[in-house]
């Protein structure tokens, strides 16, 4: 069911693309004298300089692909307790950095980085974990036309991964927020098991202790 209503919001979301392209190229006047809106664009760009490049950078020595609340670090299978890594990053929530003009402004990812992989939602497509970082990089859904014009315009280089596409992570302010979105559900289940318990621990717990 999932998988049909996400094709047929995909294949509407090309249908919609495809229009505002055929309105973006398509040339207006009369006679001889022919300008679209992709013309004027272009023009009002080339007045304008290119925002500065920046680049998202993944710490390597922060995080680990297994994280767990009782085990020990295990460098063979890139595994490491929870309050170990709190302890040796002095507990600071960043992870990572935006490069722009020499300058480096931390992520924020504490999710990402210590939350415990057995509560912890998302993986690759390989069963690893999915953090802030695999989320920066993934492309965004807009028509490769409109990447040019919204940079220039935002004055800010969407492109982090330098791979010449638009991504999620060079949004405004995706550094700051998108890990912490990402820690809502883990956060929220917590709290449902949480609430489950306080109703059936004090009801569950006499059946057991008593003789």
Request: avoid cysteine; glycine fraction near 8%.
């Amino acid at each position: 069911m999932f998988d049909n209503f996400r094709k047929e919001f995909s294949d509407e979301s090309s249908g919609v693309i495809d229009s505002i392209n055929d309105l973006y190229t398509r040339e207006f006047g009369y006679g001889p004298v022919n300008v679209s809106v992709k013309d004027a664009v272009d023009l009002a760009i080339g007045a304008l300089p290119s925002p500065p490049d920046r680049k998202w950078v993944n710490d390597a020595s922060r995080g680990a692909s297994t994280v767990t609340i009782f085990g020990r670090k295990d460098v063979a299978r890139d595994s490491q307790n929870v309050f170990s890594m709190l302890w040796n990053n002095k507990g600071s929530p960043f992870d990572g950095h935006i490069l722009k003009n020499g300058k480096e402004r931390g992520i924020i990812a504490p999710f990402s980085t210590y939350f415990p992989t057995a509560i912890w939602p998302y993986s690759t497509d390989d069963g690893g974990r999915y953090t802030v970082h695999d989320f920066a990089e993934k492309d965004l859904p807009i028509p490769s036309w409109a990447q040019t014009p919204i940079e220039t315009f935002m004055w800010t280089d969407l492109d982090i991964d330098q791979d010449g596409k638009a991504d999620f992570g060079g949004l405004p302010l995706f550094r700051f927020l998108a890990d912490p979105l990402m820690g809502v559900p883990p956060i929220a289940l917590l709290l449902l098991l949480g609430y489950i318990a306080s109703f059936y621990i004090p009801t569950v717990a006499p059946l057991l202790f008593t003789p």
